[in-house]
């Protein structure tokens, strides 16, 4: 194995993360998302939205933004006011 190899040797992939916690919100919010991005191993930029509880589709919008992110290599945490098995997830 020469030093060539050495600097072309993978980095172990990175762990993703997905957060759930079920809590009250204000009046308004179903919930609110947050994404950490990354590169090289390294965060690159947060970005969070809120989703409103008067909104037709607010179910289908939280659970395609989360998917969308997760498949996209991000981080995203979730507070809402649904307890996770209405929205598909499994407690762990």
């Not at 172990?12 to 919930?31: C, G, H, I, M, T």
């Not at 965060?43 to 998917?67: P, R």
Request: contains cysteine; proline residues 4%.
């Amino acid at each position: 194995m020469s030093w060539l190899d050495k600097l072309q040797k993978p980095k172990p992939p990175r762990k993703q993360v997905l957060y759930f916690a079920q809590d009250e919100l204000n009046s308004q919010y179903f919930a609110v998302v947050r994404l950490t991005w990354f590169h090289d191993g390294k965060v690159c930029g947060i970005s969070e939205m809120a989703l409103h509880n008067y909104d037709v589709n607010v179910i289908e919008q939280l659970t395609a933004v989360v998917g969308e992110a997760l498949s996209e290599g991000a981080d995203v945490s979730t507070l809402c006011i649904a307890p996770a098995e209405e929205l598909g997830l499994e407690a762990t």
